[in-house]
Every structure is written in C-alpha cells, then in structure tokens.
C-alpha cells in the first residue's frame, strides 16, 4: 500500500512520511549482478556515478513508492580475462559475503533480487531454492582462498540446508513472458538448483536474508528475497526490459502483502484524511 498526503512536497518528504506510518520496513529493494548481461542491465538503478553517468534512477522508482538501488562488477578486459571483476560484489565468496551484509545492514532492504548469468540459452530462470554446501564443496573462485571459510557467516548454516526463494516467482515469469521478448522465463524447480558456484552462494544468501527479516515484529522487515539466472545469450537491451517488468511486478507484489498502517500511526504523521491510496 502507498500512501500520499495531499500537503506534501517533494519526493523526499512523501517517502519519509510513508515510512513513518509504516514502522516495521523500508521501501529500499536491492538488487545484484555478476556477470554480463547481469551488471549491464542494473546501471540506471546505481547510486554509482562512475558506473551510471546518467544519474540514479531508483529514487521512488516509476512513482511507485520504492527505491530501487543495485550493486555490481566491473570487468576490464572482459570477463575472459577478468572473470572475478573488480568493484562491489565481485565474483568471490569472500568478497560476495563482506559486500552482502555491509549492504543490506546500510539499506535494510524490504526485497532483494540477485542476478547472475546462466551458462546458455537467452532465459530469465527463477530458482526457486538455493543449499547451503559443505565448504569445501563449492567450486573454486579465482582468488585464494577459493572457496568459502569458516569465518563467513554462511559458515555457521547447516551444510545441504535448503532456503526457498519468496519472491512472487510465478507473477514474476507470467508478466515477463507477456512481453513476449526473445527470452524464456521459467521457474526452476530442478534439483540443480542453482549450482555450486558463487551464483548459488549469492541465491542462498537472498533468500536466507529474507527469511532472517520475514518476521511481523522485525524493525526492518523484509517481504521478498530470491534469486534470478539469466541465459549468456541475452540481450541487455533485453534483459533491461526483463529487469523493469521484474521489479514492477515485486512492487506491486509489495503493496499487496505489506500491512496498511493502524490509524494511530496515520495521527501520528498527520496523513489522516489527506491520505489515499495509489495503485
């Protein structure tokens, strides 16, 4: 639910004004990639000036009430030579993990979606699921130490623990293969998973957020978290587009299963009878 107050001003004061009637959440989603077509597509929504000179888009994002803030890797050189990337969220556990929490304890984000590029095919695959593998059983990354250790906090999970995506996964692949762009969107359900790179490390890691935050009594709670494979082949104008439908589709998802604020807490803000609902 969105509220606006006839009486305010600006984009700054109609969000701070929705966040004091709401109380237990943010509006803040986050959103992460890897490797190409995964940090391409997300360069409107970095607050990054280096890495979007046109400016921040995710500011009350297409009036909807949310921002939207994305965290990526470059990679000079390309990927053949470059593959772990260099910046924020970096192909490495280590780096991965440090990035993750120091981020969402800043944005104490209300949903999270990682990305990832799949290894074929133009797809938008929703995991439904991601484990929690033994340490040593994660394929290597491409700096020492390569793989996860004990000192991460994913390290005190139990090993094969399983967490499920809470996204609105089928919403999410209805409304994406509407558009009917040259991809294909399913939802995987296979006992794949998400694989045993740091792809999957990162799916465990939204979802496991999500399900840290998901309770009602929660300061910062947290409705949505999961995680998105998209196929090596995909356009990035194509994956952009994907990428909006997605994030539209999750706000509107949002709307629905936040609470609507008590009474009290619209006289308290002083939004009580200017108040209205937006769809």
Request: proline residues 8%.
């Amino acid at each position: 639910m969105r509220i606006f107050g006839s009486g305010l001003c600006g984009t700054a004061l109609v969000l701070a004004a929705t966040a004091a009637v709401r109380g237990a959440n943010t509006q803040n989603i986050l959103i992460t990639g890897y490797w190409p077509p995964t940090n391409e597509m997300l360069r409107q929504w970095s607050t990054n000036p280096a890495q979007n000179p046109g400016g921040w888009q995710g500011l009350n994002w297409e009036g909807r009430g949310y921002n939207i803030y994305s965290y990526f890797p470059e990679f000079p050189g390309g990927t053949g030579v470059n593959p772990r990337g260099t910046g924020d969220f970096q192909v490495d556990y280590q780096a991965a993990s440090a990035d993750f929490w120091r981020v969402t304890s800043e944005l104490h984000p209300v949903a999270i979606i990682t990305f990832s590029r799949g290894s074929s095919g133009s797809n938008w695959e929703l995991e439904s699921r991601a484990r929690k593998l033994p340490l040593n059983s994660w394929t290597p990354d491409y700096l020492a130490p390569t793989r996860p250790t004990p000192d991460l906090p994913i390290a005190l999970e139990p090993d094969n623990n399983i967490r499920f995506s809470s996204l609105p996964m089928t919403q999410i692949r209805n409304a994406v293969a509407a558009a009917n762009l040259p991809l294909t969107a399913f939802i995987d359900t296979s006992n794949d998973f998400g694989g045993t790179f740091v792809s999957e490390f990162t799916s465990y890691h939204s979802a496991w957020y999500a399900n840290l935050h998901s309770a009602p009594d929660d300061p910062f709670r947290t409705f949505a978290g999961g995680h998105i494979h998209v196929g090596i082949s995909t356009p990035t104008a194509t994956a952009v587009t994907a990428t909006e439908i997605t994030l539209r589709t999750l706000t509107d998802y949002l709307d629905q299963v936040i609470p609507a604020p008590s009474t009290a807490a619209l006289l308290g803000a002083g939004l009580l009878g200017s108040a209205r609902r937006r769809r």
